[in-house]
């Protein structure tokens, strides 16, 4: 009966099966999340306590210490529940710094929880809550970062794999699509020995660049101008043997650009074309978001913040927009403010207008039937 009344005073932001585990673990990062009572003593304490355990049917949790007083329970003088909660940001501070300090590449999140003095399941969920990736996704990052430096200070492809942690040259191929948008070795020279070729086309709004290497489009410019939509692919790929296309049938590259111009007359879905760009892992997973908007729907920048688990990042999410080296294929233009103010647009804001209006009237007319 009394247990009964209790429970319902306990809040439910954590489920009970997990609070005992972060009791049984004495996981410090819990403190000041919630409180355990022992009906037999009628005291309540951290989850970190060091005293002895009691059996978990003597013991109900309050998520507050006033809660567990009012219940009639009284705290502990060992661990002092009432005392300062603890830092959870020093915490994954003291991981960051582990992290970025750290070059082994098969470190668990076991390793990680023996190291720090919590469990590997909490110590995840706190450190994803507050980063926006896992401590596993983080150190990948920091191992790309590493290794890009390495690149770009001279040192050969070997040198800088293995300064950056990579296990094996295997290991960093494999996801050198991904993380680097190119080969590593294409990398350090800034482009050198890619072959990208490129043409400009008219388009209903204005002038359209498409590029390409032989794995995909790695750049799609809008302009009024010619000579600025080329010297932007220039500054991005200083050191590529870059080649201008002019009439003619250009193989997969004349079906992607046919594609692009599709979708920018009609409104309609244009195809899921393959990508060869180099990007951060943030900037990855913003566009990977963006590609998922249905078209003739709209996100906010706080949106897309949000669902890739950066609430506080919008301001990064609109830089990553602003970079995008793909429009159209990386839809940004479906990015607005939260206010409802179209916002900025690097193809310009009256083209953004303009697309976001015919994409509108294509999912209107294809819902009508």
């Known amino acids: 009966m009394v247990i009964a009344e209790m429970k319902v005073t306990t809040g439910a932001a954590i489920e009970d099966d997990e609070r005992w585990e972060a009791v049984l673990a004495r996981d410090a990062t819990y403190d000041g999340a919630f409180v355990g009572a022992v009906l037999s003593t009628k005291i309540y304490c951290r989850p970190s306590c060091p005293a002895r355990r009691p059996a978990r049917e003597r013991v109900v949790f309050f998520d507050t210490p006033d809660l567990a007083e009012a219940a009639g329970f009284r705290a502990c003088l060992r661990c002092d529940p009432r005392g300062e909660k603890p830092d959870r940001a020093r915490l994954v501070k003291e991981i960051c710094e582990f992290l970025d300090g750290e070059n082994e590449e098969r470190i668990t999140l076991a390793m990680l929880g023996s190291r720090f003095g919590v469990s590997p399941h909490h110590l995840q969920r706190t450190f994803k809550r507050a980063m926006g990736v896992s401590p596993h996704q983080y150190a990948a990052a920091r191992r790309v970062e590493r290794l890009k430096d390495g690149l770009r200070d001279g040192s050969d492809v070997t040198g800088a794999l293995y300064d950056a942690g990579y296990g094996s040259s295997s290991r960093l191929y494999e996801s050198a699509g991904t993380t680097l948008g190119m080969t590593p070795a294409a990398y350090r020279r800034c482009g050198s020995g890619m072959r990208i070729r490129y043409t400009i086309v ?6 359209l660049l498409v590029g390409a290497t ?27 043997q870059i080649e201008r296309l002019s009439g003619g049938e250009h193989g997969e590259l004349s079906r992607w650009v046919e594609a692009l111009l599709q979708h920018v007359a009609t409104g309609k879905p244009s195809v899921d074309l393959p990508l060869d760009i180099r990007v951060t892992a943030f900037q990855g997973r913003v566009y990977q978001v963006l590609r998922s908007i249905a078209n003739g729907q709209t996100q906010s920048y706080a949106d897309i913040a949000k669902e890739i688990g950066r609430p506080t990042a919008v301001r990064a999410v609109a830089n990553a927009c602003a970079d995008n080296p793909v429009a159209l294929t990386v839809p940004c233009h479906r990015v607005i403010r939260s206010n409802g103010d179209i916002g900025g647009y690097g193809g310009g804001v009256e083209r953004k207008r303009k697309l976001l209006a015919s994409e509108a009237r294509a999912a209107k007319s294809k819902a009508g039937g």
């Open 202 to 207: 008219d388009s209903q709004l204005g002038r």
């Open 214 to 240: 032989e794995r995909g489009v790695c750049s799609v410019k809008m302009g009024d101008r010619d000579e600025d939509l080329e010297a932007n692919l220039l500054k991005e790929y200083p050191a590529a």
